[in-house]
């Protein structure tokens, strides 16, 4: 910052020089006191763009006959005097508004005008004030420090770099040009990097892609530049399906990922090595994504010949990978409803009346022998084949043979009745109801 001294050089100068510009009655004598010019308020600072124009603004009242001038203090240059323009320099101008305000006037402002000005009053002893100008110059990225598109291995480390000018001083953060996040490490990511140098430490394949250097100083505009940072390292593959399962006929597609930079040779072959080529038969399908690449393998109509194992192939100039799918057979629906066995069907004739009686078993007469607490309990409730038949919880064995050669009798019909706790055979669908009563009520007196 400059400071002006009340007894400098550029004063006495001044003063000189109007006293022989303007004659000796340019320099005033101040009558009195109170007739004495004045500032009325101060020089504002002013900031301009680089290119625009400044204007420094000096308000003088009670002025009279005394004449106003402009000085470059750090230089100690006088600009003008009054309405006169003193230097040679064409970019400056002076102008006043009813001779209270006066106007110092610097068109396409350069950095060399940033600085001090002085406004100056010619009375004895001499009046002045002064205010700073300051020009600010939007940032602007230097080439030869700043780094340029970059091919590194992967696992290397990198440092990208960024030089910029401006004023004030420019700010340098680093973004991806997609404003993606970029991986700092650890598992974490940032939305941006600040600073000139931004480095990477063991550089992977998910760093790679273009970055911008951004400089910023708060003097529109901002700049920026490209730079590219290409990773290179070999073919990867991953398979989520290798087990693929087709039916005869059946349209199938085989799918595989690789990842490979630079970009990779990328084929299907079949058992013995052969290519798989596009044909009638097969259709190769290839969509890069940057370094990735999915391989799809389309099969129209898959036959007998076309189970086995097939690989998909990457290579670059690092190195070369495979993968391997086993395709293998399904049967179809139609084939599994051929090979199941039909169920056979058991036809039961209806038996006559006189078929029915003799089967029935004779009545016998048993001894009635008194046990305390005991009785004969059916454990196993599980009904047989061709037997549907609920029995109280003490029954004697001659129901049990009655019963048993009832059913024998009809052995496909489904019970209904229900009489006493006795549920009736299926056989009261062959001779009728009141025969099947009949027994029934025998069977309850037994």
């Not at 100068?13 to 004045?38: E, R, V």
């Not at 990978?321 to 056979?344: F, M, N, Q, R, V």
Request: charged share 20%; with cysteine; hydrophobic share 35%.
């Amino acid at each position: 910052m400059w400071s002006w001294d009340a007894g400098s050089g550029a004063r006495a100068i001044l003063f000189m020089f109007t006293a022989n510009f303007f004659g000796p009655a340019a320099l005033g004598k101040l009558d009195s006191i109170h007739d004495s010019p004045k500032f009325t308020t101060p020089i504002a600072n002013v900031t301009v763009p680089v290119g625009r124009e400044a204007i420094l603004e000096c308000v003088v009242d009670n002025l009279s006959n005394f004449r106003i001038a402009w000085l470059r203090v750090d230089t100690q240059t006088i600009l003008t005097i009054y309405i006169h323009v003193i230097t040679k320099n064409h970019r400056i101008n002076v102008s006043h508004s009813e001779h209270k305000t006066w106007y110092l006037h610097i068109r396409d402002v350069r950095e060399s005008d940033r600085g001090w000005y002085m406004c100056q009053i010619n009375t004895d002893p001499m009046k002045s004030q002064i205010g700073y100008l300051d020009v600010v110059v939007p940032p602007d990225i230097l080439d030869y420090p700043t780094s340029t598109d970059m091919v590194v291995r992967e696992g290397s480390n990198v440092s990208l770099r960024c030089a910029a000018t401006g004023s004030p001083e420019p700010m340098i953060a680093w973004r991806r040009e997609g404003g993606e996040p970029i991986p700092i490490g650890n598992g974490l990511e940032a939305p941006s990097i600040e600073g000139s140098i931004f480095n990477i430490t063991r550089v992977n394949r998910l760093h790679m892609g273009p970055y911008l250097c951004i400089a910023s100083n708060g003097v529109p505009p901002s700049v920026s530049k490209r730079i590219s940072l290409i990773v290179h390292f070999p073919p990867m593959i991953w398979i989520q399906n290798q087990l693929v399962g087709a039916m005869i006929a059946q349209e199938i597609t085989l799918e595989c990922h690789s990842e490979a930079y630079p970009k990779s040779i990328n084929y299907w072959t079949k058992d013995g090595g052969n290519i798989i080529s596009q044909g009638a038969k097969y259709e190769p399908i290839m969509v890069d994504n940057a370094y990735k690449v999915h391989m799809k393998l389309t099969i129209k109509s898959v036959g007998q010949n076309d189970y086995g194992s097939y690989k998909c192939v990457s290579k670059n100039s690092l190195g070369e990978t495979d993968g391997t799918i086993k395709l293998y057979h399904i049967p179809s629906p139609s084939t599994e409803a051929e090979e199941t066995t039909t169920p056979t069907t058991t036809l039961v004739t209806k038996p006559t009346f006189k078929e029915f009686t003799t089967k029935l078993p004779k009545k016998k007469k048993q001894k009635s022998t008194e046990s305390s607490g005991s009785s004969n309990v059916i454990t196993d409730t599980k009904p047989t084949k061709g037997r549907d038949i609920r029995q109280r919880s003490s029954p004697n064995d001659l129901n049990k043979e009655k019963l048993a050669a009832i059913n024998d009798i009809a052995p496909s019909l489904p019970s209904k009745a229900n009489i006493n706790g006795v549920r009736s055979s299926k056989c009261c669908y062959k001779v009728g109801f009141w025969v099947c009563l009949y027994f029934m009520m025998a069977f309850k007196k037994i």
